[in-house]
């Protein structure tokens, strides 16, 4: 049995039967006036973090969500998008899918706003989406991708590219790790359906986003995930895993680089009332500006003694330089 294989049956388990400690959610629930997620949804919720972000979602966009686990976020996109068929839910296992739809049903119970027709699902692969290209303004997966192997990576990742329209984002949540892991760890095909150990570096992740064409990066959060110890699996080390949220937006690739935000920001505090770096950065007195890892080292390398460059938060929400 191949790891996708093992990954599938893992899933029609937890669809059959709620396997609320399958993945620990790190990132609160959003929650919105008027919205009520059952009960069902809360413990099929699947994933590392959240990839619904109210900034993301203006303007009813068309949205395509990957994995549908319980159908906690397609509820939860569909608050945003409210039109039939605007969040379209894709699954390779059948028994998620009917599971996903049953929890639908006791959702428009619950919600005087929401309309099953709302969300569209497909069954389909992650590797070879079910929709034409540049047909949504969004698309989403939590904690699926990195159970990919790097060859099936490289593969999603193309796919949502190439759905998504000019300027369209891709939102992601997914465990990471900085550490080495051994072969063991990295070829335990149940490890890596509970989303373990197909962690990888955080900066590999982002290569790989920006490899398949995406110009901007966002790291919008880190968090502390989980812990492997020598005592519960095939490690001599204990092993830190965090979660990220990450948007990689559809942007032009620009000529000197992709601009990937990973929290950091400059601030002027010398004598004159702003500093101008002559290549599309005004930094105002005392005012903090968000700026890429790009334009960090671009500033850094001036050298003055005027301008401070604060280190990656790995947390960054809009605005800034780019």
Known sequence: MSYLETTKEVYKKAAESPDVGLCCTTTPVWQ???????RVMLEMNYGCGST???RDLVKSPKILYVGVGGGMELLQFSYFSRQANGVIGVDVVEEMLSACDKNLIEAENQNDWFKKEFIHLV???ALQLPLVDESVDVAAQNCLFN???QEELVKALKEMYRVLKPHGRLVMSDPICEQPMNDMLRNDERLRALCLSGSIPLMHYVDMLTSVGFGTIEIRAKRPYRILDPHHYPTE????????????IKDPMPYDGPCVFTGKTAIYFGNEEYFDDQKGHVLLKNQPL????KTANALGSLKRKDLFISPSTYHYDGGGCC
């Open 290 to 293: 968000s700026i890429c890892d």
């Open 237 to 248: 080390e204990i092993i830190y895993i965090e979660s990220i949220e990450v948007c990689a």
């Open 147 to 149: 159970i990919f192997k």
């Open 123 to 125: 069954k389909g692969d």
């Open 52 to 54: 619904v972000h109210p």
């Open 32 to 38: 919105f006036p008027g919205l009520n997620i059952p």
